[in-house]
Protein backbone atom coordinates (compact mmCIF):
# COMPACT_ATOMS: atom_id res chain seq x y z
CA UNK A 1 0.00 0.00 0.00
CA UNK A 2 0.60 3.52 -0.07
CA UNK A 3 2.68 5.28 2.56
CA UNK A 4 2.93 8.97 3.36
CA UNK A 5 5.85 10.31 5.37
CA UNK A 6 6.00 13.46 7.20
CA UNK A 7 8.08 15.16 9.77
CA UNK A 8 5.66 15.10 13.05
CA UNK A 9 6.64 19.01 14.35
CA UNK A 10 7.45 22.44 13.08
CA UNK A 11 8.81 25.51 15.22
CA UNK A 12 8.76 28.91 13.22
CA UNK A 13 8.41 32.32 14.04
CA UNK A 14 5.69 34.89 13.48
CA UNK A 15 5.73 36.52 10.52
CA UNK A 16 8.84 33.93 8.62
CA UNK A 17 8.04 31.32 6.60
CA UNK A 18 6.88 28.30 7.35
CA UNK A 19 7.93 24.63 4.83
CA UNK A 20 6.31 21.90 5.67
CA UNK A 21 7.68 18.69 3.55
CA UNK A 22 5.94 15.30 2.69
CA UNK A 23 7.02 12.29 0.81
CA UNK A 24 4.81 10.15 -0.70
CA UNK A 25 5.64 6.42 -2.58
CA UNK A 26 2.65 5.86 -5.04
CA UNK A 27 3.92 7.48 -8.67
CA UNK A 28 0.78 7.27 -10.24
CA UNK A 29 -0.99 9.69 -8.07
CA UNK A 30 -3.07 11.85 -9.34
CA UNK A 31 -3.49 14.64 -7.07
CA UNK A 32 -1.72 15.39 -4.07
CA UNK A 33 -3.33 16.99 -0.85
CA UNK A 34 -2.65 19.50 1.86
CA UNK A 35 -5.18 19.78 4.59
CA UNK A 36 -5.11 21.99 7.72
CA UNK A 37 -6.83 20.51 11.08
CA UNK A 38 -7.45 22.63 13.82
CA UNK A 39 -7.14 21.72 17.32
CA UNK A 40 -10.67 19.21 17.92
CA UNK A 41 -12.01 19.75 14.70
CA UNK A 42 -12.67 17.95 11.08
CA UNK A 43 -9.98 18.32 8.16
CA UNK A 44 -9.92 21.72 5.77
CA UNK A 45 -8.98 21.58 2.79
CA UNK A 46 -5.90 23.81 1.82
CA UNK A 47 -5.05 23.35 -2.03
CA UNK A 48 -4.63 20.36 -4.00
CA UNK A 49 -1.70 20.05 -6.94
CA UNK A 50 -2.44 18.07 -10.16
CA UNK A 51 0.25 15.42 -10.43
CA UNK A 52 1.81 16.87 -13.79
CA UNK A 53 2.26 20.50 -12.56
CA UNK A 54 5.36 21.67 -10.76
CA UNK A 55 3.98 24.35 -8.62
CA UNK A 56 0.79 26.00 -7.28
CA UNK A 57 0.20 29.28 -5.65
CA UNK A 58 -2.58 30.42 -4.02
CA UNK A 59 -2.45 33.66 -1.59
CA UNK A 60 -0.12 33.16 1.23
CA UNK A 61 0.47 29.38 0.13
CA UNK A 62 2.63 27.67 -2.41
CA UNK A 63 2.61 24.04 -2.85
CA UNK A 64 5.86 22.50 -5.13
CA UNK A 65 5.71 18.83 -6.24
CA UNK A 66 8.90 16.54 -7.49
CA UNK A 67 7.54 14.16 -9.00
CA UNK A 68 11.25 12.16 -9.73
CA UNK A 69 11.68 12.18 -5.86
CA UNK A 70 8.31 12.11 -4.70
CA UNK A 71 8.73 14.81 -2.66
CA UNK A 72 6.04 17.09 -1.98
CA UNK A 73 6.24 20.54 0.39
CA UNK A 74 3.58 23.04 1.50
CA UNK A 75 5.28 27.09 2.00
CA UNK A 76 2.69 29.59 4.37
CA UNK A 77 4.18 32.83 4.08
CA UNK A 78 3.92 35.54 6.22
CA UNK A 79 2.98 32.75 9.18
CA UNK A 80 0.48 33.97 11.63
CA UNK A 81 -0.68 32.67 15.12
CA UNK A 82 -3.87 31.56 13.23
CA UNK A 83 -1.52 29.23 11.29
CA UNK A 84 -0.55 27.38 14.26
CA UNK A 85 -2.31 23.35 13.11
CA UNK A 86 -1.41 20.36 12.33
CA UNK A 87 -1.29 19.94 8.61
CA UNK A 88 -1.57 16.38 6.58
CA UNK A 89 -0.16 15.84 3.49
CA UNK A 90 -2.54 13.13 1.31
CA UNK A 91 -2.33 11.18 -2.51
CA UNK A 92 -4.53 9.66 -4.03
CA UNK A 93 -5.05 6.17 -5.35
CA UNK A 94 -5.42 4.27 -8.22
CA UNK A 95 -7.83 5.68 -10.68
CA UNK A 96 -11.51 4.88 -9.52
CA UNK A 97 -10.32 4.09 -6.30
CA UNK A 98 -11.55 7.59 -4.46
CA UNK A 99 -9.45 6.44 -1.34
CA UNK A 100 -6.36 9.34 0.25
CA UNK A 101 -3.51 7.97 1.66
CA UNK A 102 -2.59 10.09 5.04
CA UNK A 103 0.63 11.12 6.37
CA UNK A 104 0.84 11.42 10.03
CA UNK A 105 0.71 15.05 10.08
CA UNK A 106 3.03 17.88 10.91
CA UNK A 107 2.32 19.91 14.46
CA UNK A 108 3.10 23.34 13.02
CA UNK A 109 3.37 25.93 16.46
CA UNK A 110 3.63 29.67 15.63
CA UNK A 111 6.18 31.53 18.08
CA UNK A 112 5.89 35.24 18.72
CA UNK B 1 -25.71 25.16 4.34
CA UNK B 2 -24.20 22.34 2.64
CA UNK B 3 -22.10 20.01 4.52
CA UNK B 4 -21.34 17.28 6.85
CA UNK B 5 -22.35 16.72 10.09
CA UNK B 6 -21.58 15.05 13.00
CA UNK B 7 -23.17 14.08 15.88
CA UNK B 8 -22.57 13.98 18.90
CA UNK B 9 -19.59 15.99 19.19
CA UNK B 10 -18.64 13.95 22.46
CA UNK B 11 -19.46 11.28 23.47
CA UNK B 12 -18.63 8.94 27.00
CA UNK B 13 -20.19 5.25 27.19
CA UNK B 14 -18.89 2.18 29.31
CA UNK B 15 -16.98 0.04 28.16
CA UNK B 16 -18.54 -2.92 26.89
CA UNK B 17 -21.39 -1.01 25.07
CA UNK B 18 -22.07 -0.85 21.53
CA UNK B 19 -22.36 3.30 20.20
CA UNK B 20 -23.66 4.36 16.76
CA UNK B 21 -21.96 7.81 15.49
CA UNK B 22 -23.83 9.64 13.03
CA UNK B 23 -22.72 11.07 9.88
CA UNK B 24 -24.95 13.15 7.60
CA UNK B 25 -24.10 15.16 4.22
CA UNK B 26 -26.64 17.16 2.05
CA UNK B 27 -23.44 17.77 -0.60
CA UNK B 28 -25.10 14.58 -2.15
CA UNK B 29 -22.05 13.12 -2.71
CA UNK B 30 -21.45 9.91 -3.52
CA UNK B 31 -18.74 7.91 -1.55
CA UNK B 32 -18.63 8.38 2.37
CA UNK B 33 -15.78 7.23 4.75
CA UNK B 34 -15.29 6.21 8.19
CA UNK B 35 -11.48 7.01 9.72
CA UNK B 36 -9.95 7.07 13.44
CA UNK B 37 -7.26 9.46 14.63
CA UNK B 38 -4.95 8.58 16.94
CA UNK B 39 -2.55 10.94 18.23
CA UNK B 40 0.86 10.67 16.37
CA UNK B 41 -0.96 8.35 14.00
CA UNK B 42 -2.85 10.40 11.55
CA UNK B 43 -6.20 9.06 9.68
CA UNK B 44 -6.46 5.43 9.43
CA UNK B 45 -9.44 4.01 7.23
CA UNK B 46 -12.03 2.31 8.97
CA UNK B 47 -14.87 1.32 6.46
CA UNK B 48 -15.90 3.00 3.07
CA UNK B 49 -18.83 3.29 1.02
CA UNK B 50 -19.35 4.63 -2.78
CA UNK B 51 -22.68 3.76 -3.25
CA UNK B 52 -26.14 3.54 -1.23
CA UNK B 53 -26.46 -0.13 0.19
CA UNK B 54 -22.60 -1.11 -0.49
CA UNK B 55 -20.01 -0.60 1.85
CA UNK B 56 -15.90 -1.86 2.17
CA UNK B 57 -13.50 -2.83 4.77
CA UNK B 58 -10.42 -0.10 5.28
CA UNK B 59 -7.39 -0.88 7.22
CA UNK B 60 -8.65 -1.18 10.48
CA UNK B 61 -12.16 -2.53 9.99
CA UNK B 62 -12.40 -5.12 13.15
CA UNK B 63 -14.86 -4.19 16.26
CA UNK B 64 -16.78 -1.46 13.90
CA UNK B 65 -19.93 -1.90 11.64
CA UNK B 66 -21.46 0.37 9.21
CA UNK B 67 -24.60 0.68 7.36
CA UNK B 68 -25.52 2.79 4.02
CA UNK B 69 -29.19 2.82 3.23
CA UNK B 70 -29.44 6.72 2.26
CA UNK B 71 -27.08 8.25 0.52
CA UNK B 72 -27.21 11.03 2.67
CA UNK B 73 -25.94 8.73 6.18
CA UNK B 74 -23.34 6.60 6.51
CA UNK B 75 -23.72 5.71 10.56
CA UNK B 76 -20.83 4.03 12.37
CA UNK B 77 -21.41 1.75 15.21
CA UNK B 78 -18.31 1.10 17.60
CA UNK B 79 -18.97 -2.29 19.28
CA UNK B 80 -17.63 -3.89 21.94
CA UNK B 81 -15.38 -6.57 20.23
CA UNK B 82 -13.26 -2.93 19.40
CA UNK B 83 -10.46 -3.45 21.57
CA UNK B 84 -9.32 0.46 21.95
CA UNK B 85 -12.15 2.61 21.07
CA UNK B 86 -11.17 5.92 22.64
CA UNK B 87 -10.11 8.00 19.57
CA UNK B 88 -11.65 10.49 17.55
CA UNK B 89 -13.52 10.06 14.79
CA UNK B 90 -13.91 11.66 11.50
CA UNK B 91 -16.21 10.89 8.72
CA UNK B 92 -15.50 12.43 5.23
CA UNK B 93 -17.27 12.30 1.83
CA UNK B 94 -16.80 12.96 -2.20
CA UNK B 95 -18.65 13.08 -4.96
CA UNK B 96 -17.02 9.98 -7.55
CA UNK B 97 -17.76 12.05 -10.31
CA UNK B 98 -15.53 15.24 -9.95
CA UNK B 99 -12.05 16.31 -11.46
CA UNK B 100 -10.45 15.12 -7.97
CA UNK B 101 -11.29 12.51 -5.68
CA UNK B 102 -10.91 15.47 -3.10
CA UNK B 103 -12.53 14.30 0.40
CA UNK B 104 -14.90 17.10 2.58
CA UNK B 105 -14.67 16.56 6.65
CA UNK B 106 -16.67 16.85 8.98
CA UNK B 107 -16.15 18.37 12.58
CA UNK B 108 -15.60 14.71 14.36
CA UNK B 109 -16.57 13.05 17.15
CA UNK B 110 -15.18 12.57 19.88
CA UNK B 111 -15.92 8.70 22.08
CA UNK B 112 -14.32 8.15 25.44
CA UNK B 113 -15.08 5.07 26.95
CA UNK B 114 -14.76 4.60 30.40
Known amino acids: GEDVEQSLFLSVREGDSSVINCTYT??????LYWYKQEPGAGLQLLTY?????DMKQDQRLTVLLNKKDKHLSLRIADTQTGDSAIYFC????????????FGAGTTVTVRA | DGGITQSPKYLFRKEGQNVTLSCEQN?????MYWYRQDPGQGLRLIYY???????QKGDIAEGYSVSREKKESFPLTVTSAQKNPTAFYLC?????????????FGPGTRLTVL
Open chain 2, 92 to 104: ASTITSGLTDTQY
Open chain 1, 26 to 31: DSSSTY
Open chain 1, 49 to 53: IFSNM
Open chain 1, 90 to 101: AESGPLNDYKLS
Open chain 2, 27 to 31: LNHDA
Open chain 2, 49 to 55: SQIVNDF
